[in-house]
């Protein structure tokens, strides 16, 4: 049975800490390659740069995509001013209360730059505007800079991207995990390690696994648009967080999966309805394979299943979430556990995926 291990937290926290905004993923890319390539058959590369880790079982079809995106929100320089201050514009979606004080990395053409998100400070705002929200156009980065001039000098140039930054840490229980971009690296982290299982355990597969890792998800699903053309895949699990509902403040109705009650099967997104056949399959193996899951239905926000779902004439497609607090911020939190049963689901699922029963998914 898969256990996240040592070294899989290690791989974990690799990739969490990497900067990779939408569009800019490429150091990212690069470090689940070196780690992947070796229990891959095959290593497929769109030309937007989505990777595909190919792992060949008893049969080349029914070809079967799990895809994580790894792109995570961040942000765009779009000026600078005569003072060394940056401007800029989301990449992907960013609520503005979260923003403040926080600390990004910009990427510049000589390298990494630390900066500070920040605006007017309070004391000096009339009391009124103090009550409101300060809104995204009127922040800006400082990198400590005193002059356009020293932003030259560092390289930092309009269009360069910047990220969060926010290191990777277990929390005291031992059991959870705060980090930055668990939206969505921790998806493509469980497609990649129940490939890497399946490699070492010698398991069988009565199909072609295709572990994939796409790009720029948070600006509009567009890695998945260009991947599904690659995949040509039979059918598509998406592995994408899911809005934890166990925070204050969250009703029931609005959010319903809770950290270490297991994965989330999501029922809606607002991208995709799932296939029905395929769903009852997934509760099904989930229930034999006595792994905890939890039903899940996302009003809002769509995922990279909104597109692999419609390739050609239609593929069966689901979304299987990762309970996920704080997501679009600095530190989200993830149970280590969710992730050890999404993975153990996402392998007794490729264990069963014959010809046969991709079929069924099809008929009326
Ligand atoms: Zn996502």
Known sequence: MYKLDEEGVKFLKEILEEFGPSGFENRVLKKIKERMEKYADE????????????????SERPRIIVA?????????ITSITKEGYLTFTTLGG??????????????????????????KPPHLLPPAQREKVVKIDSMY??????????????????????????????????????????????????????????????????NTYYAA????????????????????????????VDIAGDVPGIKPREAQSKLGHGPSILTYDRSMIPNQKLKEFVIKVAEEAKI?????AMARGGTDAGRLHLYREGRPSIVIGIPTRHIHSHVGVVHKEDVENAVRLIVELIKRLDEKTVNSFKEL
Do not use: C
């Not at 994580?68 to 765009?76: K, T, Y």
């Not at 000589?110 to 605006?119: E, H, L």
């Not at 998800?217 to 994408?240: F, M, P, Q």
């Open 43 to 58: 290593v497929k590369k769109d030309n937007l740069n989505s990777l595909i880790f190919v792992k060949k079982g008893a």
């Open 68 to 76: 994580g995106h790894v792109d995570e929100v961040g942000f765009l």
């Open 94 to 119: 960013w609520f503005d209360q979260v923003l403040l004080a926080q600390r990004v990395v910009v990427m510049s053409k000589n390298g990494p730059v630390m900066g500070v998100i920040a605006s």
């Open 141 to 206: 980065i400082d990198v400590g800079a005193t002059s356009e001039e020293e932003i030259k000098k560092l390289g930092i140039r309009v269009g360069d991207p910047a990220a969060p930054w926010s290191p990777f840490q277990m929390s005291v229980t031992g059991k959870t995990m705060f980090a930055k971009a668990f939206d969505d690296r921790i998806g493509a982290f469980i497609a990649m390690e129940a490939l890497r299982y399946l490699k070492e355990s010698g398991e069988k597969h009565p």
């Open 213 to 240: 890792a796409t790009v720029q998800e948070e600006v509009g699903l567009r890695g998945a648009e260009s991947v599904k053309w690659l995949a040509d895949h039979d059918v598509a699990i998406v592995t994408e």
């Open 292 to 296: 905890p899951y939890q039903l899940s």
